[in-house]
C-alpha cells in the first residue's frame, strides 16, 4: 500500500479508497465475531473525503481526527497492520494497545490522532496550524469533524483566531447526516459551510462522496493556506452506510433512519463513482478494478491475520506514562 | 420488593419524578435514542418539550440547565460520558456551584448533572474516568455515586427533588446487574452512608462500582477469618462521617476501595476525615484501593490490571493486618 | 426613581439614564478615595443599552448581565441603595455582601445577575429563555455581554440551540470597542451581528449611544420573542469612558488608546444626545435636564450615604450557603 | 542573591526561558499589558509571533496549547485567574493530561497553563479559586504552587523545561511580596518539597500563599515553646512524599495548611499520604486548616474569615497537642 498519497495518481487514490473500505469491513466482522474488546465507528461510505484531503498532504503536515477515524489514519499513511493491531488491542499497534479505535495515531506520518471528544481536534489542529505557521515550511493543519462538532463553539473559537491570526487551517467537516441518532437538522442550525462566513474565513459545500470535487476544493485550500492566505472551512456532504457504531442495534429500540434512505446512498458510493469515471475516461481499464479489490482484500486480509493474535502489553508498561517516568 | 437492572431503576427514577412535577425537564444528546437506555421511553411519554435531543453542546447545555434551574425548573442534564463533564465544566465550576452563595441563596439551583462513569469496557482513555473528586471540589455540589439499583433509583429521585446541584454518577460497567428495589416511592436521602455489611475486624469504604467488588474480597476473606464491614457511602460529597466514623471505631482499621485515579479519589477525603476525627481509634494505617495516576488504557489486560479488583483489596487488608500494631 | 422602566415616557428614561451614570460616577470617586473593598467596571458612555433594552422589560422577564453590570441592574429596576450596599460590602447589599460589584443580582426583579465570567451569562439567558417558553407566557431571557464575550464559542452554541427552539433569547452585544486593554479588532474578525447570520438568527447592529435606536431595535426584537419568532441578536456600537476597571491606570505601563478618542465619544454622550432631542423636539423644557441632573445626584448621593456605613455582614452567615443548610 | 518581587521573578523566568529557547511561545489574554506584570514587556522583547494576545477563547486556546505543544513548541497558556480554567478545562482535562499515555508516549506536551489564584483582594466568587485539587485529579499535569520569588522563577523556569504539561498556580495576593533569588539561571526541581524552618515538635506542610502565615504562627508558636518545622511542598501534584513523610516521622504530629477549600484541598491528599506510610510515626490526629466548602465571600470580614490565617493555624496546632495520645 502507498504510505503516503501526496501528488498520487488516480489509481493510487482508487486504491486508497478500497483499502480504507477494505479494512473497515473486516473490522465489521471481527465485531460481529467478538473479536474487538471496545466501540468501533467506521467510516464506510466517507471514504473520498479523507483520500482527497490527504491526497495533498505530506507526513510534515499535521492532521486531527474524530472517534470516526480509521479513515483518516489510513489516509494519511498510518500502516494498516499497526491499525489493527491497536484496535485489537495489541503490543504491537501503533499506541501499543494503550489508546485504541478512537486514539489511533502516528506523528511520525503527522496524525496527531483520533479522538474520543466531539470537536476535540479542532483545538488541536488550530494550535498545530500555529506551530506549522511559526516554522515557516508552509505546512498546514487540517482537521477532520463532523456535522455534529459542528455545534461545538469551540469551532467559532478556531474560525475567529484562524482568521486574526491568518492560520494555514483547514476544517474538514464530513456532514454525513447524523450526530450519533440525532438527524443533523434536529440539532444544526442552518447550513454549516456558512457559518466561516462572518469570520471572513473562505468556505465551501462539496459532494463529499466525489473524489474529484474533494481533490479540487482541498488543493484549493490547501494552496491558499500554504501561501499565507490563512483558513477555509470544507463542508463535505456525504453519508455514513454502517451505524454511529456497530452493535447499535443491540441497544436501540427504534429506528432512526429508513432502509431507502440507506441505499439510495449505497447508489452513491464514492468507490463506485471513481471507479466508473476512471473506466469512461479511460484511465483504468474495466477489469482493473475487481482485480484490484481482490489485492487489496488479500492485503488486509494478511494485515489483520498477521497481527490478530499479536501478544497484549505489558502490564508493566503502564509504569512508563506517570509523570516523572521518562 | 422487585428486581431491575440499575439502568431501568434509573429510568423508573426518572418516569417517576417527571410524573409527580411538571416541573422536571430533561435535556441532553440523544436522551431521545437514550444508548444507555437510562431515558427510554420519556421522549415518548412526556414530549419534546420537557424532553429535549440537545447539540453537541456542553458548554450550552449546562450553563442553560443553570440558566432554566434559576429560572423556576427542576432540570435533569444528562452528560452520557462522565469525562464529557469537563466539557461541561465551566458552568457547573464557575456558576452552579456558586451562584447560591453570591446572590446570598436568593438562587437556588435544582439541577442534576447525571453521567455514566468508570472503565470495564474497554471505552479507553477518554470515556473511563470517574471524576467524582473535581466536581467534589467545588463545594456547592452534591455527589451522588450509586452503587446498586435500589440506590440508583432512590439517590436519582431525591436529587432531582434537592434546591441545589447534584451530579448523578452512575457506574457505566454496572448499569445491566440486577437488585432489589422497593416497591413504591423510594427515595435515599442524599447524605446517608449504609452499611452494606456487618463486620468487626477491618471497615471497607467502597465506592460505587466498587461495593460488589469490595463485597467479593469481603467473603474471600471470611474464609481466611477475617470479619469486614464494608460501607457505602452513597454520596461521595458531602460524605456522611458519622456512619463512617462508627464503623472505624468499631474495627480499627480502613481500607478505602475508589475506582477513580488516587489523585482524583475521595478515598484521600475519607482518610483525612478519618485520620482527624477517629485516630484514636485508628489501629493500623488507612490504605487506599485505588486506579493508578493515568488515563484509563484501552487493551483488557491493561484496563483490568489499572481498576481495582477483590484480589487488590484482598492485598491491602492483609498489608493493613500485617501493618497492625507496628 | 423608577423601578420599572416598561412603557416608561421619555423622561423616564433620560431619568434612568442619569441615574446610572450619577451612580457610577460616585463608585468612581468612592474607588479613588479606597472606599471599595474590590474592583469595579464602570459602564459610564453605555447607559443607552441598558436603559433601551430594560425599557421593554418587567420584572418576569429575565436578564443576565457581566462584570460591567451596574447600568443593567439598575435599568432592570435594581434598587440603587441595595447595590451601592453590596459594592460596599455590607449586609445590606442587594446580596448581603457575598457577591459585590460582579454579582449584582435581583431574583424579584429578573436580574439573574452580573457575572464575573466572560460569556458566561449567554448560556444562563439561554436557559432562563427556554424556562419562559416552557411556561407559555411570552416572557423573554435576555442577554448584555460585551464584543470581546462575543469570542466565547458559548455564543455560537446558543444561537445555534436558539434557532433550532425558536427560543425568545434576546443576545444584546455592547461593542464598546475593548476587550479589556485589546481594541475589538486584535481579537474580533469581522462583524459581530453578523456570526447570527448562519443560524437564521435574525441581527441587527445599531448605534448604541442613540437611545431611540436601541428603543427600536429591542421593540422589534421583544415583539419577535414575545410572538414565538424566536431570538436576536443585536450589536450595540458604543464606548466605554471609563478604564476597562478602575485604577487601570495603577498596573497599565503603556495607554492602549488616545485622550482624542476618548473626547470624540465624549461628544457621542448618549445622554446629552437623548436630552438634546427631547428639548429640540420640545418634549422637555430646555432648563428641566440641568433639575433633573441635580435631583438625581442627590438622590444618588443619599442613597451610597446613607448605606455607607451599614454593618459588615455576620460571619456566621457563611453557614447558611453550605450544602445541607436550608 | 537579588531582592524582587514575586511578580518580576515570574517575568525574569519567562524573558529567561524565551531567551534561550526560541521554540518557547506565549498565548494569552492581554498578555501584551499584562494585568498582573508577570508577561510584562515580553512582546517587545520577542515580538507578536512568540507572545500572543488571544481572544476570550479559553477552550480553543488551551486546545491550541496542546496542538502546538505535539507540533513541536514549548508552550506558554496564560490563563489569568485561575477560575478561568474551569473555562478551559476540556483541553487540559480530556487532552493535555492524556495524550501521552493513549498514544504510547508518542505525543509529548511541554505546556505550561498559568493563571493566579486565591483570595485576599475580595475579587469575590469568581475570581478567588485555588483549584490545585481539580488539575491533581487529572494525574497528567503537574501542579506547582510557589509560595515566594526564588520558589515562582526557579518553579516556572523547570515547568518551561518540562515535556509534560504544568499548571503554575501563582498566588493572586503574593505578588507584590519581595523575596530573594539567586543569580543566574535559578531553576528549582518539580517534585522537591523544600523544609522552610527546622522544628522538633510539630510538622507544618503549607501550600503557595500559607508558607507566610504558617511562618507567622510559627513564631507565635516558639513563644508557647512549641518547635514547628515547616514544609513546602512545592508542587502539590505529585507530591514530594519522601521529605513530608521524613518530617512527620521526626516531629509525629501534623498540620496541613491550604487555601483551597477543604473539599478541593491537597491536605486531603497529604493526609492520606502520612495515614498510610507514616502512620506508626503519627502520635496526633492531622490536623486540616483550609477555606470552608463554599466559593470566597466578597464582603472583607467574609473574606478573612474563610481563608485561613495565622490565628487559626495556631489554634489548630493548640487541638493537635491537646489531642496528643489521647
Ligand atoms: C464532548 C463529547 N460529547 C459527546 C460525545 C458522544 N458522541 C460521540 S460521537 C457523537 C456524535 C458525533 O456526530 P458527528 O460529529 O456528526 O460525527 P459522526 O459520528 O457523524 O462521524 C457523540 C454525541 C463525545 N464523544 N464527546
Ligand atoms: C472566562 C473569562 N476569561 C477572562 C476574563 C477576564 N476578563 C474580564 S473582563 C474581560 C474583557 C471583556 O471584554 P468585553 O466582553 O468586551 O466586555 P467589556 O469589558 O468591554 O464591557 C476579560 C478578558 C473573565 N472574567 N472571564
Ligand atoms: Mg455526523
Ligand atoms: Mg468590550
Known sequence: ???????????????????????????????????????????????????????????????????????????????????FAEIYGRSTGICGGFGGSMHVADVSKGILGANGIVGGGIALATGAALATQLDGENRVGVCFFGDGAAAQGVLGEALNVASLWKLPLILVCENNGFSEFSPSNNVIAGDIYRRAEPYGVPSVRIDGNDLDAVLDASRTALDRARNGGGGTLIEALTYRIHGHVEGEQAFLKTRYREDDEIERWRGEDPIERYARRLVDQGEMASGKFAEMEEDIGRMIKDAADCVADDP????????RHRLGAE | ?????????????????????????????????????????????????????????????????????????RVVCHLMYANFIYTAFDAIANQASRLRLMTNGQIRLPVVFMAAGGGGRSNAG?????????????????????????????????????????????????????????????????????????????????????????MRAADALAEEGVSVEIVDPRTSYPLDEDVILASVRKTGHLVVVDEARAAGSVANHISALVCEKAFSALRAPIIPVTTPDLAVAYSPPLEKAMIPGPEDVVAAVQRLIKETGQ
Chains 1, 3 share one sequence.
Not at chain 1, 11 to 21: F, N, P
Not at chain 1, 312 to 319: A, D, F, K, S, V
Not at chain 2, 131 to 138: E, R
Open chain 2, 126 to 214: 477518554q470515556h473511563s474516568d470517574y471524576p467524582h473528586a473535581p466536581v467534589a471540589s467545588l463545594g456547592g455540589v452534591y455527589v451522588a455515586t450509586p452503587s446498586c439499583s435500589a440506590d440508583a433509583k432512590g439517590l436519582l429521585k431525591t436529587a432531582i427533588r434537592t434546591d441545589d446541584p447534584v451530579f448523578f454518577l452512575q457506574p457505566t460497567s454496572r448499569g445491566g446487574e440486577m437488585g432489589d428495589i422497593p416497591e413504591g416511592d423510594h427515595t435515599v436521602p442524599l447524605v446517608s452512608a449504609h452499611v452494606a455489611r456487618q463486620g468487626d475486624d477491618v471497615t471497607i469504604v467502597a465506592v460505587g462500582a466498587m461495593l460488589r467488588i469490595a
Open chain 2, 1 to 73: 420488593m422487585m428486581r431491575k437492572r440499575m439502568i431501568h431503576a434509573i429510568n423508573d427514577a426518572l418516569f417517576e419524578e417527571m410524573e409527580r412535577d411538571e416541573r422536571v425537564i430533561l435535556i441532553g444528546e440523544d436522551v431521545g435514542a437514550s444508548i444507555f437506555g437510562d431515558t427510554r421511553g420519556l421522549l415518548d411519554r412526556f414530549g419534546p418539550d420537557r424532553v429535549r435531543d440537545t447539540p453537541i453542546s456542553e458548554a450550552v447545555m449546562s450553563g442553560m440547565a443553570v440558566g432554566a434551574a434559576a429560572a423556576g425548573y
Open chain 1, 1 to 83: 500500500m502507498i504510505s503516503n498519497t501526496r501528488a498520487a495518481g488516480s489509481l493510487d487514490l482508487l486504491r486508497m479508497m478500497l483499502t480504507i473500505r477494505k479494512a473497515e469491513e473486516r473490522l465489521a466482522s471481527d465485531f460481529k465475531a467478538g473479536l474487538l474488546p471496545g466501540p468501533v465507528h467506521l467510516y464506510i461510505g466517507q471514504e473520498a473525503v479523507a483520500t482527497g484531503v490527504c491526497a495533498g498532504l505530506d507526513d510534515r503536515d499535521w492532521i486531527t481526527s474524530t472517534h470516526r477515524g480509521h479513515g483518516h489514519f489510513l489516509a494519511k499513511g498510518g500502516d494498516p497492520k499497526a491499525m
Open chain 1, 312 to 319: 497484549y502489553p505489558e502490564i508493566g508498561n503502564l509504569e
